[in-house]
């Protein structure tokens, strides 16, 4: 049986991919992209061969043969490319640009079909299956270690971590480039570049998750890319509208650190949030939006012809319409040591590598919602114990039926009702913890905690500009009085859509709306129905 992952084109598809490239021979052995390239083409083998080699590992992946096609899904996001490729002698191929690329896959259902399957299988592969890319060398201890290791987890960045604190490679590594633990956390690239205590500004412009896009207004700008904001994404991009995206960490959002949703439609058997995203990700690119990671939103100022939002990094982005999918954040607890530490014993996600920093441990979650609950259902696969600590004597109040019933029927989770933590305790790293219950104050012995507490949204970047509720939630719609209603031509013809903010354009969705239900489906439903208002704003400014 054929390996899905490397499937061949047949005679039609490519006859239409055809029309999309140029045709070239190699009479030599030639290298057609290499490993870091930013840009790098899409080959259909028309005859002979190319070998896919990883540098950094001096091996063979695979040999593309006739009708294959090299790639994976970083070509839609301008990625760098990940390894080298050398056409072998005698090779006929079929290049393609990137830009090009993104026409055929738009244009072709068929094609489209093939390729998203490969690039996505080709990427599971690459992240679960192969040893390699990027270098991280750090402490497991360390604060900044575990952030430069979450974005490259959320962003499905190939690396490998080595930690000073358990590893001798670690040691002969510092040795090797005259290097001290001062100078950690550090990246080393296949060129055996070194990058000491890297930003993730210069880790995302490395790796191509950090994209330049257009100076131009474009039609929607999108801020935020959880699950409504990906969803807004798919859908502008989808019909036509020109489009960008951005987000301060990674695709995902709240859902991104649900290690599994089991009751969103479609997904009998549950997915990843982190899985979730990526698809949709993908997705959004295959119909040509711009997805820049990391910028964050940090004012925005309008005129009657556009929006000014003035990003992170020094980005200036100028857009007809807003749709705003900043979501909320988790609060952090209310304890004057907890940002001492967060990275090192505080988290406020669950992911793969964490399961396996909990091997055979005691874990505390602390929250009742399904974030909270689904963490523990993860975590409780490799943890001793799992000890949920909930405030209130209820933990289906906020959680789903199908968790709770889970939770309480696992022998490896506790629930601690009507508990909250009072004190952290630990040299470098997390160790101890107090709780607070029914008048009695009791120690427990940890080193992972993770908070899943009440959410506050993240609206504090627009100084007010909208109307939001006491909390900071986008006010929308029907939410909206009268008196609250920006002075000017629109509002005084039609009243407020119900996405729509009190400035007409702003578009608020998901988590940061007042109101909105709390659940991946409903914030992929408002993101998708945005869409249509930014149609109907904008063909008002016609």
């Keep these: 049986m054929k390996d899905p992952r490397f499937p061949e084109l047949n005679y039609n598809q490519i006859k239409k991919l055809k029309k999309f490239g140029t045709q070239e021979n190699y009479k030599t052995q030639t290298k057609v992209f290499a490993l870091g390239d930013n840009i790098y083409d899409f080959f259909v083998i028309l005859e002979g061969e190319i070998i896919i080699e990883d540098p950094y590992n001096n091996t063979s992946i695979v040999t593309h043969k006739k009708y294959e096609f090299t790639g994976d899904s970083g070509m839609l996001s301008n990625r760098s490319a990940q390894f080298n490729a050398m ?12 830009d090009k690329l993104k026409e055929a896959i738009t244009q072709n259902s068929d094609i489209s079909d093939v390729l998203l399957n490969a690039f996505l299988l080709r990427q599971e592969t690459v992240l679960n299956e192969i040893s390699g890319g990027i270098k991280l060398v750090g402490s497991g201890n360390s604060n900044q270690t575990y952030k430069i290791r979450d974005f490259l987890e959320k962003n499905h960045i190939w690396y490998t971590f080595i930690d000073v604190d358990a590893q001798e490679e670690a040691v002969d590594l510092l040795d090797h480039f ?44 999108i801020i935020g890319a959880g699950p409504s904001g990906l969803a807004a994404s798919v859908y502008a991009a989808s019909e036509g509208l020109s489009v960008v995206t951005i987000d301060s960490e990674a695709p995902g959002g709240q859902a991104g650190k649900s290690s599994k949703i089991e009751n969103y439609l479609g997904f009998p058997t549950g997915i990843s949030g982190t899985d979730l995203a990526n698809r949709a990700y993908v997705q959004a ?5 711009n997805i820049s990671i990391p910028h964050c939103a940090k004012n925005l100022s309008y005129s009657p012809e556009y929006f000014t939002v003035c990003a992170t990094n020094d980005k ?15 609060r952090k607890l209310p304890l004057d040591n907890v940002e001492k530490f967060e990275g090192c014993g505080i988290y406020y996600s669950a992911t793969g590598m964490d399961v396996s920093n909990c091997k055979d441990q005691e874990v505390v979650i ?111 719609g029907e939410l909206l009085m009268k008196e609250n209603l920006t002075d000017c031509k629109i509002y005084k013809q039609r009243d ?47």
């Design 316 to 330: 200036i982005i100028k857009s007809k319409s807003i749709i705003i999918a900043t979501g909320a954040a988790y």
């Design 178 to 221: 005259g290097l001290h633990k001062t100078d950690l956390p550090l990246l080393i690239n296949s060129d055996s570049k070194v990058c000491k205590n890297p930003s993730l500004e210069q880790l995302a412009r490395y790796s191509g998750v950090l994209m330049d896009f257009e100076d131009k207004i474009f039609d929607v700008l």
């Design 285 to 289: 690119q295959k119909f040509g939006c």
């Design 87 to 98: 056409a072998q002698p005698n090779s006929k191929l079929l290049r393609i640009k990137p």
């Design 366 to 476: 602390i929250g009742g919602g399904n974030s909270a609950g689904q963490a523990a259902m993860f975590l409780s696969i490799s943890a001793k114990k799992v000890h949920m600590v909930i405030r209130g004597n209820d933990l289906g109040a906020k959680m789903s039926s199908y968790l709770v019933k889970r939770i309480e029927a696992s022998a490896k989770i506790k629930v601690h009702k009507n508990t909250e933590v009072c004190e952290l305790f630990g040299d470098h790293h997390l160790e101890k913890i107090c709780l607070q219950t029914n008048n009695k104050t009791i120690e427990m012995e940890t080193s992972n905690l993770f908070s899943f507490i009440g959410a506050q949204p993240n609206t504090t970047w627009m100084d007010d500009m909208v109307v939001t509720d006491e909390k900071g939630f986008v006010c929308t």
């Design 496 to 542: 407020p859509q119900s996405l729509e903010a009190s400035i007409p354009g702003i578009f608020a969705v998901g988590d940061v709306r007042k109101n909105s239900v709390k659940r991946v489906a409903s914030a992929v439903g408002e993101g998708s129905m945005a869409v249509s208002q930014v149609h109907h704003y904008l063909a008002q400014l016609e």
